[in-house]
C-alpha cells in the first residue's frame, strides 16, 4: 500500500502564493508518476500537474501553467506544487496522487482520476481578498 499525505493548504490573497507538499510512505519503491489534482464545489475535477521519474517532463493544465510548478525530492520521498499569482479560481481541494505507470502518458492521460491509483485525502487552498 502507499500513502499520501498532503499539506500546506490555507488561506491566501489573490495574486499570493502557496507551496504544497505530498509526503509518500508505504511501498513507495514501485511508484514513478505523481500528479495533483484539484476539486471546487460546481466544478469538474481537474487535474493539475504531473511529473514522473520515467521522463524528464512536466505536464500542467492550461490554466495553471506559469504560475504552477510541479517538483520532487526524491530523496524525501516529497513531491511539490508551487504556487504563484493565485487566482480565486484556483479555490478548491488539492489532492496529491500517484501511480506505477511509467510516465505522464503525455496525450493528457494524467488529467483522469482514473489514471492513478494512489490518492491522498487532500488538501484546501482558498484563494479569496
Known amino acids: 500500500q502507499v500513502f499520501l499525505v498532503e499539506s500546506g493548504g490555507g488561506l491566501v490573497q489573490p495574486g499570493g502564493s502557496l507551496t504544497l507538499s505530498c509526503a509518500a510512505s508505504?511501498?513507495?519503491?514501485?511508484?514513478?508518476?505523481m500528479g495533483w489534482y484539484r476539486h471546487a464545489p460546481g466544478k469538474e475535477h481537474e487535474g493539475v500537474s504531473c511529473?514522473?521519474?520515467?521522463?524528464?517532463?512536466?505536464y500542467y493544465v492550461d490554466s495553471v501553467k506559469v504560475r504552477f510548478t510541479t517538483s520532487s525530492d526524491s530523496s524525501k520521498n516529497t513531491v511539490f506544487l508551487e504556487m504563484k499569482s493565485l487566482k480565486p479560481e484556483d479555490t478548491a481541494v488539492y489532492f496529491c496522487?500517484?501511480?506505477?505507470?511509467?510516465?505522464?502518458?503525455?496525450?493528457?492521460?494524467?488529467?483522469?482520476?482514473?489514471?492513478?491509483?494512489?490518492w491522498g485525502q487532500g488538501t484546501q487552498v482558498t484563494v479569496s481578498s
Open positions: 496522487a500517484a501511480d506505477v505507470i511509467s510516465g505522464c502518458g503525455g496525450l493528457g492521460e494524467w488529467r483522469q482520476k482514473r489514471f492513478y491509483g494512489y
Open positions: 508505504g511501498n513507495i519503491f514501485s511508484i514513478t508518476t
Open positions: 511529473l514522473s521519474n520515467s521522463d524528464d517532463t512536466t
